[in-house]
Protein backbone atom coordinates (compact mmCIF):
# COMPACT_ATOMS: atom_id res chain seq x y z
CA UNK A 1 0.00 0.00 0.00
CA UNK A 2 1.08 3.31 -0.40
CA UNK A 3 -0.10 7.31 0.02
CA UNK A 4 -2.15 7.48 2.84
CA UNK A 5 -1.39 5.90 6.44
CA UNK A 6 -4.80 4.38 7.50
CA UNK A 7 -3.55 3.56 10.82
CA UNK A 8 -2.80 7.38 11.32
CA UNK A 9 -6.65 8.24 10.64
CA UNK A 10 -7.65 5.05 12.74
CA UNK A 11 -5.58 6.63 15.56
CA UNK A 12 -6.68 10.18 15.46
CA UNK A 13 -10.20 9.09 15.70
CA UNK A 14 -8.95 6.88 18.68
CA UNK A 15 -6.99 9.51 20.23
CA UNK A 16 -10.35 12.03 20.74
CA UNK A 17 -12.34 9.37 22.05
CA UNK A 18 -9.85 9.11 24.93
CA UNK A 19 -9.68 12.17 25.32
CA UNK A 20 -13.55 11.61 26.74
CA UNK A 21 -12.56 8.73 28.94
CA UNK A 22 -15.30 8.12 30.85
CA UNK A 23 -17.69 8.05 27.73
CA UNK A 24 -14.85 5.44 25.77
CA UNK A 25 -15.26 3.45 29.08
CA UNK A 26 -19.04 2.87 29.06
CA UNK A 27 -18.97 2.39 24.73
CA UNK A 28 -16.51 -0.39 25.38
CA UNK A 29 -18.55 -1.48 28.27
CA UNK A 30 -21.40 -1.73 26.43
CA UNK A 31 -19.73 -3.46 23.59
CA UNK A 32 -18.46 -6.12 25.72
CA UNK A 33 -21.89 -6.66 27.10
CA UNK A 34 -23.77 -7.30 24.07
CA UNK A 35 -21.12 -9.64 22.86
CA UNK A 36 -21.31 -11.42 26.13
CA UNK A 37 -24.80 -11.31 25.74
CA UNK A 38 -24.79 -12.82 22.29
CA UNK A 39 -22.59 -15.57 22.97
CA UNK A 40 -21.95 -16.30 26.22
CA UNK A 41 -19.20 -15.06 28.90
CA UNK A 42 -16.60 -17.28 27.96
CA UNK A 43 -14.07 -15.30 25.70
CA UNK A 44 -12.10 -18.20 24.75
CA UNK A 45 -15.07 -19.39 23.10
CA UNK A 46 -16.61 -16.41 22.06
CA UNK A 47 -14.05 -14.26 19.43
CA UNK A 48 -16.45 -11.47 19.32
CA UNK A 49 -15.94 -11.43 23.07
CA UNK A 50 -12.43 -11.47 22.66
CA UNK A 51 -11.90 -8.98 20.55
CA UNK A 52 -14.07 -6.82 22.70
CA UNK A 53 -12.04 -7.24 25.73
CA UNK A 54 -8.31 -7.03 23.65
CA UNK A 55 -10.21 -3.59 22.49
CA UNK A 56 -11.06 -2.45 26.10
CA UNK A 57 -7.94 -3.43 27.30
CA UNK A 58 -5.70 -1.47 24.49
CA UNK A 59 -7.72 1.36 25.96
CA UNK A 60 -6.30 0.92 29.61
CA UNK A 61 -10.23 0.22 30.67
CA UNK A 62 -9.43 -1.49 33.75
CA UNK A 63 -10.61 -5.55 34.58
CA UNK A 64 -13.02 -4.55 37.01
CA UNK A 65 -15.10 -2.72 34.25
CA UNK A 66 -14.54 -5.48 31.51
CA UNK A 67 -15.87 -8.26 34.47
CA UNK A 68 -18.65 -6.34 35.75
CA UNK A 69 -20.11 -6.01 31.97
CA UNK A 70 -19.70 -9.54 31.05
CA UNK A 71 -21.27 -10.52 34.55
CA UNK A 72 -24.20 -8.32 33.62
CA UNK A 73 -24.75 -9.85 30.77
CA UNK A 74 -24.79 -13.12 31.76
CA UNK A 75 -27.04 -13.18 34.30
CA UNK A 76 -30.81 -12.91 34.65
CA UNK A 77 -31.35 -10.04 36.52
CA UNK A 78 -30.53 -7.56 33.04
CA UNK A 79 -33.08 -6.77 30.55
CA UNK A 80 -31.93 -4.42 28.54
CA UNK A 81 -31.34 -5.47 24.83
CA UNK A 82 -29.12 -3.37 22.78
CA UNK A 83 -30.14 -3.30 18.97
CA UNK A 84 -26.50 -2.85 16.42
CA UNK A 85 -27.71 -0.33 14.02
CA UNK A 86 -25.65 1.37 10.66
CA UNK A 87 -26.15 4.78 9.36
CA UNK A 88 -24.30 5.74 6.20
CA UNK A 89 -24.44 9.13 4.60
CA UNK A 90 -22.71 11.90 3.37
CA UNK A 91 -20.68 14.79 5.32
CA UNK A 92 -19.86 18.38 3.86
CA UNK A 93 -17.97 18.09 0.51
CA UNK A 94 -19.36 14.55 0.29
CA UNK A 95 -17.21 12.96 2.93
CA UNK A 96 -18.38 9.40 3.28
CA UNK A 97 -19.66 8.73 6.72
CA UNK A 98 -20.84 5.58 8.50
CA UNK A 99 -21.41 5.36 11.84
CA UNK A 100 -22.13 2.56 13.95
CA UNK A 101 -24.50 2.22 16.56
CA UNK A 102 -25.76 -0.13 19.88
CA UNK A 103 -28.65 1.10 21.31
CA UNK A 104 -32.03 0.34 23.42
CA UNK A 105 -34.15 3.02 21.80
CA UNK A 106 -33.83 2.89 18.07
CA UNK A 107 -35.87 6.16 17.65
CA UNK A 108 -33.84 8.15 20.41
CA UNK A 109 -30.71 7.27 17.95
CA UNK A 110 -32.01 7.72 14.87
CA UNK A 111 -33.05 10.96 15.59
CA UNK A 112 -29.85 11.98 17.38
CA UNK A 113 -27.84 10.88 14.18
CA UNK A 114 -29.84 12.75 11.86
CA UNK A 115 -29.59 15.86 13.63
CA UNK A 116 -25.73 15.83 13.83
CA UNK A 117 -25.63 15.21 9.96
CA UNK A 118 -28.28 18.14 9.28
CA UNK A 119 -26.55 20.35 11.80
CA UNK A 120 -23.11 20.22 10.15
CA UNK A 121 -24.33 20.17 6.23
CA UNK A 122 -24.57 16.53 6.00
CA UNK A 123 -27.51 14.26 4.95
CA UNK A 124 -28.34 10.75 5.53
CA UNK A 125 -28.48 8.34 3.09
CA UNK A 126 -30.16 4.65 2.47
CA UNK A 127 -28.48 1.67 3.50
CA UNK A 128 -25.73 0.90 1.25
CA UNK A 129 -25.23 4.28 -0.01
CA UNK A 130 -21.21 4.60 1.23
CA UNK A 131 -20.53 1.16 2.44
CA UNK A 132 -19.19 0.15 -0.78
CA UNK A 133 -16.80 2.47 -0.19
CA UNK A 134 -15.08 0.88 2.29
CA UNK A 135 -13.93 -2.42 2.73
CA UNK A 136 -13.68 -4.46 6.22
CA UNK A 137 -10.50 -5.60 7.06
CA UNK A 138 -7.61 -6.86 10.01
CA UNK A 139 -5.58 -4.36 11.06
CA UNK A 140 -2.42 -4.96 13.19
CA UNK A 141 -0.23 -1.67 13.77
CA UNK A 142 3.42 -2.69 15.07
CA UNK A 143 5.43 0.14 16.53
CA UNK A 144 8.94 0.14 14.92
CA UNK A 145 10.84 2.12 17.81
CA UNK A 146 13.09 -0.40 19.74
CA UNK A 147 12.13 -3.19 17.05
CA UNK A 148 15.21 -4.81 15.00
CA UNK A 149 13.43 -6.31 12.21
CA UNK A 150 13.62 -4.14 8.44
CA UNK A 151 10.78 -3.52 6.61
CA UNK A 152 11.77 -6.92 4.12
CA UNK A 153 11.60 -8.91 6.82
CA UNK A 154 8.76 -7.84 8.62
CA UNK A 155 7.12 -8.42 5.14
CA UNK A 156 7.99 -11.98 4.39
CA UNK A 157 6.66 -12.86 8.74
CA UNK A 158 3.05 -10.93 8.00
CA UNK A 159 2.93 -12.94 4.66
CA UNK A 160 3.79 -15.54 6.06
CA UNK A 161 1.43 -15.39 8.62
CA UNK A 162 -1.27 -14.99 6.45
CA UNK A 163 -1.33 -11.58 6.07
CA UNK A 164 -3.08 -10.00 2.66
CA UNK A 165 -0.14 -6.37 2.30
CA UNK A 166 1.60 -4.31 4.91
CA UNK A 167 2.29 -0.40 5.05
CA UNK A 168 5.40 0.67 6.61
CA UNK A 169 6.14 4.16 7.93
CA UNK A 170 8.11 6.11 9.85
CA UNK A 171 6.94 4.97 13.32
CA UNK A 172 5.23 1.69 12.47
CA UNK A 173 4.38 -1.37 10.45
CA UNK A 174 0.50 -1.56 9.41
CA UNK A 175 -0.30 -4.91 8.26
CA UNK A 176 -3.46 -6.13 6.85
CA UNK A 177 -5.65 -8.91 6.70
CA UNK A 178 -8.93 -10.32 5.64
CA UNK A 179 -11.20 -10.76 8.55
CA UNK A 180 -11.30 -14.60 8.19
CA UNK A 181 -7.37 -14.43 8.57
CA UNK A 182 -7.20 -11.42 11.44
CA UNK A 183 -7.01 -13.86 14.54
CA UNK A 184 -4.88 -16.52 12.68
CA UNK A 185 -2.16 -13.82 11.92
CA UNK A 186 -2.52 -11.90 14.99
CA UNK A 187 -1.73 -15.05 17.30
CA UNK A 188 1.03 -15.90 15.01
CA UNK A 189 2.19 -12.80 15.16
CA UNK A 190 2.28 -12.41 18.83
CA UNK A 191 3.91 -15.76 18.96
CA UNK A 192 7.20 -14.63 17.71
CA UNK A 193 6.92 -12.23 20.41
CA UNK A 194 5.47 -9.12 18.61
CA UNK A 195 3.31 -6.65 20.12
CA UNK A 196 0.86 -4.23 19.08
CA UNK A 197 -0.18 -0.58 18.90
CA UNK A 198 -3.68 -1.96 18.34
CA UNK A 199 -4.99 -5.41 16.43
CA UNK A 200 -8.93 -4.87 15.00
CA UNK A 201 -11.09 -5.54 12.37
CA UNK A 202 -11.72 -2.00 11.15
CA UNK A 203 -13.63 -0.21 7.88
CA UNK A 204 -10.99 1.15 5.58
CA UNK A 205 -11.31 4.11 3.35
CA UNK A 206 -10.72 3.09 -0.79
CA UNK A 207 -10.15 6.76 -1.21
CA UNK A 208 -10.14 10.04 0.37
CA UNK A 209 -11.89 13.06 0.63
CA UNK A 210 -9.81 16.94 1.01
CA UNK A 211 -11.79 19.59 2.40
CA UNK A 212 -10.57 22.66 3.70
CA UNK A 213 -12.55 26.35 4.86
CA UNK A 214 -16.25 25.75 6.40
CA UNK A 215 -16.77 22.49 4.89
CA UNK A 216 -13.74 21.14 6.92
CA UNK A 217 -14.80 22.67 10.04
CA UNK A 218 -18.20 21.25 9.83
CA UNK A 219 -17.04 17.98 8.94
CA UNK A 220 -14.84 18.26 12.02
CA UNK A 221 -17.92 19.69 14.16
CA UNK A 222 -20.11 16.31 12.76
CA UNK A 223 -17.65 14.09 14.01
CA UNK A 224 -17.26 15.19 17.48
CA UNK A 225 -21.10 15.76 17.72
CA UNK A 226 -21.57 11.76 16.91
CA UNK A 227 -18.09 11.29 19.08
CA UNK A 228 -20.31 12.61 21.72
CA UNK A 229 -23.73 10.39 21.79
CA UNK A 230 -23.32 7.71 24.29
CA UNK A 231 -24.94 5.32 21.40
CA UNK A 232 -22.57 5.71 19.17
CA UNK A 233 -19.87 2.85 18.70
CA UNK A 234 -18.06 3.54 15.63
CA UNK A 235 -17.55 6.16 12.87
CA UNK A 236 -15.79 5.94 9.73
CA UNK A 237 -15.08 8.21 7.30
CA UNK A 238 -12.90 8.56 4.48
CA UNK A 239 -11.86 12.38 5.25
CA UNK A 240 -8.44 12.64 4.17
CA UNK A 241 -6.20 12.28 8.04
CA UNK A 242 -4.30 15.40 6.95
CA UNK A 243 -7.17 17.19 7.57
CA UNK A 244 -7.40 16.03 10.87
CA UNK A 245 -4.33 17.51 12.22
Known amino acids: ?22 KLFMKLAKEIYVAAKMGGGDPTT ?4 RLAIEKAKSANMPNEN ?47 VRVAFSKNGG ?13 RKGLIVIAREDLNIDEDDMLLQAIEAGADEMETTEDSFEIYTSPEQFEQ ?20 PQTYTTLTGDDLTKMLKLIDMLEDDDDVQEIYHNLDESMLE
Open 1 to 22: MAGHSKWKNIQRRKNAQDAKRG
Open 46 to 49: NATL
Open 66 to 112: IERAIKKATGNQEHTHYEEIRYEGYGPGGVAVMVICLTDNKNRTASN
Open 123 to 135: NLGETGCVSYLFD
Open 185 to 204: VKNTLAAQGFTFVTAEITMI
